[in-house]
C-alpha cells in the first residue's frame, strides 16, 4: 500500500495516509514516554513486539464478533486499520486494582476487585492532563452521545471477558489496560489504537511479575525482556 501524508505523531505511533481514504498506516515507535511525557526512552525492538502483539489480539477479537480498525500486516512495525472518527474518551477497564486506581481509593495494588471489570471514562484532553470523568462531566461536556457510550462500554466489557480468558491460559493476569473507540464511515463503534504492554498492565500469574510499561515507569529494568515474553507467550 502506498504510505502518503504523515497524519499523526504521538508518542508510540505514526499514522500514514493511504491512497485510499478510508485506510491509514499506523507504524509502532520504539520510543516510550510516561507521567504525561516528563520521562522519556527508547525500548529497543517496542515498535515491532507492538506491532505483533496489538495485531493477535484485534484478531483474536475480531474472531470473538468484536469491531476494530485492523485491516491487516502492513510491515514489521505498522499495521493497516480503517479510518474512524475517535470519540475523546478513553476507557479504563481494571480487574485488579493497581496504578491511579489504588491511589485513589486505597487499594493496594493486587486487590482483587469486588464485581470485576469496572470500567473508568477519561477526557481525552492534553492541556488538562487526561482528567478522569463521572456520568455528570460525560453529560455535561457531550463529547460523546450516550448511545456511544453504551455501545463502547458494552464492547469494552465483551473485550475483557475476551481477553482475561485468553491471557490466563497463557498464565498472564489482565490487571487493566485503556482502550480507544471511533466509528467508521458506516457509523459502526469500533474498537481503534493498539492493545500492547504499553496499554496494559501484565502480571505472571505464578510469580506477579510486572510483564508490562510499568518496568519502564518505574525503573523495574528487564523491559524489552518482559514485552518480549508478552510476545512469546501470545504466539501460537
Ligand atoms: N493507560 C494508558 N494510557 C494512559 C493512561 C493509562 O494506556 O494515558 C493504561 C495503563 O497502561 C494501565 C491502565 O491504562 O494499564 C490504567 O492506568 P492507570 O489509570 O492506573 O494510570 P497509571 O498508573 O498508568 O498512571
Same mark, same amino acid.
Given at each position: 500500500?502506498?504510505? $502518503? =501524508?504523515?497524519l499523526y505523531e504521538g508518542k508510540a505511533k505514526i499514522v500514514y495516509a493511504t491512497d485510499d481514504p478510508d485506510v491509514y498506516i499506523q507504524d509502532f515507535k520504539d520510543s516510550a514516554t510516561a507521567f504525561d511525557g516528563q520521562k522519556k526512552g527508547t525500548?529497543? $525492538?517496542? *515498535?515491532?513486539?507492538?506491532?505483533?502483539?496489538?495485531?493477535?489480539l484485534f484478531t483474536l477479537l475480531e474472531g470473538n464478533g468484536i469491531a476494530t480498525h485492523y485491516?491487516?500486516? =502492513?510491515?514489521?512495525?505498522?499495521?493497516r486499520i480503517r479510518r474512524?472518527?475517535?470519540f475523546k474518551v478513553e476507557f479504563v477497564v481494571r480487574n485488579v486494582a493497581a496504578g491511579s486506581l489504588s491511589k485513589r481509593i486505597g487499594y493496594p495494588e493486587g486487590t482483587l476487585l469486588r464485581k470485576p471489570p469496572?470500567?473508568? #471514562? #477519561?477526557?481525552k484532553d492534553d492541556a488538562l492532563g487526561d482528567p478522569l470523568l463521572c456520568m455528570a462531566h460525560l453529560e455535561e461536556l457531550q463529547v460523546i452521545s450516550p448511545e456511544h457510550l453504551e455501545a463502547a462500554t458494552v464492547a469494552a466489557k465483551h473485550i475483557n471477558s475476551v481477553l482475561r480468558g485468553f491471557f490466563a491460559e497463557r498464565e498472564l493476569t489482565l490487571v487493566d489496560f485503556k482502550l480507544e473507540? *471511533?466509528?467508521d464511515a458506516d457509523g459502526v463503534v469500533r474498537l481503534g489504537d493498539e492493545i500492547s504492554p504499553d496499554t496494559c498492565r501484565f502480571w505472571d500469574a505464578a510469580t506477579g511479575e510486572k510483564l508490562d510499561k510499568d518496568r519502564?515507569?518505574?525503573?523495574? $529494568?528487564g523491559v524489552e525482556e518482559a514485552y518480549a515474553e508478552v510476545l512469546r507467550r501470545i504466539s501460537d
Open positions: 500500500m502506498i504510505r $502518503g =501524508e504523515k525500548i529497543g $525492538g517496542k *515498535g515491532r513486539m507492538n506491532n505483533a502483539i496489538s495485531s493477535r485491516l491487516g500486516a =502492513e510491515s514489521d512495525t505498522a499495521m474512524l472518527d475517535m469496572i470500567v473508568e #471514562y #477519561y477526557y473507540f *471511533g466509528t519502564f515507569r518505574r525503573d523495574l $529494568g
